[in-house]
């Protein structure tokens, strides 16, 4: 195993995604192409919500980021695996309507919903939209009055939590584009007029405090935080929140220098730690929703790439070029994110060749890996960079005017295309 279930290394020195040989996915459907195993993501969903039911109780439940990935076959996996989901704008509530899934299920997001957005919602049927902020509120009150509907939503409120520090400084994080800050009191404002309002039911409250989180430390600080308001919007204006959704951001291993995570076991610790809190505070143990996205499926998917020009510079560094790069993974090049990269065609072989891992825009950042260690390639070697499930597919873009990847998804064993490679057409298309 290489860092996760689905990658390994088979009898003929090449990587294996889950158990298929990587240099025959990439002679079958070509290169760049974004490999995703199925069952691995359909395990996570399992694993979640066991984790959910069996500690927070039955009303508690993972609401899938689709943020993260996001195609219409995966929308019936999640309606498959009874996953709620989390959207965050209407191009996703389309995909999620389309693949047919269950849009009752849905909790709609985002910082600035048009009311464009906030009708298509409702007439799809949303279940439940997280308002960012009173204007939000005042427009959706409307809207819902005229489609004749009593909208549920929950509020997005921000605890005053510094995730990149562990630490509650209440301050941290109140300077954001995202909901309504408690110590600031238009938390508290919004949940008043929420209550005054008919066309919408106040259902409990919404907080998102980091990503890439490997323990339960900034969730407990939110949840406690959290838990304090519901208990003063208890008292204060009579109203205990039945649902605190904690948002997403559990980490992943990109690399071998990341930590391991337990993710069942980190939801039975939390849920230890709410439930001691509640009891403290004297209230009922709310439906706990939390919303991962990179967990559930960024372990499950690796890009292959070919590799192009091998360029050696001496006394300076090598690049390796490959025929993607920042158009299916903007990951490097926005926040120097690090990933594990592999000559997949020689994975059995020692990586002894240190390079930069360069893509094929013309753009001199357009980089995947930098300092990076691999068996030494040649042209035409199949390049894997592992890790790939979440925030690449569904960031890539058409810079370049580069074609978007397809992405391959492997169903026990059997590799087909749940979304086909772009083509020059697709691209040239919408131009009159
Ligand atoms: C509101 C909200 N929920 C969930 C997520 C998913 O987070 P992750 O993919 O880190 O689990 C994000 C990510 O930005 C988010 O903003």
Known sequence: MILHPSFDIGNSGHLTIDGLDAVELAERFGTPAIIISENRI?????????????????????????????????????????????????????????????????????????????????????????????????????????????????????????????????????????????????????VRLALTLENVEL???????????????????????????????????????????????????????????????????????????????????PDIHMEPGRSVVAAAGATLYTCGSVKEIEGFRNYVSVDGGMTDNPRYTLYQSKYTVLNASHAGEEADFECTLAGRCCESGDLLAEGIKIATPERGDIIAVLVTGAYNYSMASNYNRIPRPPVVMIKDGEPYVAVRRETFEDIISLDN
């Open 42 to 190: 359909r395990e996570m969903c399992r694993m979640y919500r066991r984790a959910f039911s069996e500690n927070f109780g039955k009303g508690s439940a993972p609401v899938y980021a689709g943020k993260a990935l996001c195609f219409k076959r995966l929308y019936e996996i999640m309606a498959e695996e009874e996953m709620l989901a989390d959207c965050v704008s209407s191009g996703e509530l389309a995909t999620a309507f389309a693949a047919g899934y269950p849009m009752e299920n849905i909790f709609f997001h985002g910082n600035n919903k048009t009311d464009t957005d906030l009708e298509y919602a409702l007439k799809l049927g949303v279940g439940h939209i997280v308002v960012d902020g009173v204007d939000e509120l005042l427009v959706l009150d409307e809207i819902a009055e005229r489609a004749e509907k009593k909208q549920k939503i929950l509020l997005r409120i921000t605890p005053g939590i510094d995730p990149h520090t562990h630490k509650k400084i209440i301050t941290g994080n109140v300077d954001s584009k995202f909901g309504s800050a408690i110590v600031t009191g238009d938390a508290e404002r919004i």
């Open 203 to 285: 259902c409990g409250f919404h907080c998102h405090v980091g990503s890439q989180l490997f323990d339960i430390d900034t969730f407990r600080d939110a949840a406690d935080i959290m838990l304090r308001f519901i208990r003063d919007m208890r008292d204060d204006c009579s109203f205990e929140a039945p649902v605190l959704n904690l948002g997403g951001g559990f980490g992943v291993r990109y690399t071998e220098d990341d930590p391991e995570i337990d993710y069942a076991e980190n939801v039975r610790l939390l849920a230890d730690e709410v439930k001691k809190m509640c009891q403290d505070l004297g209230l009922k143990l």
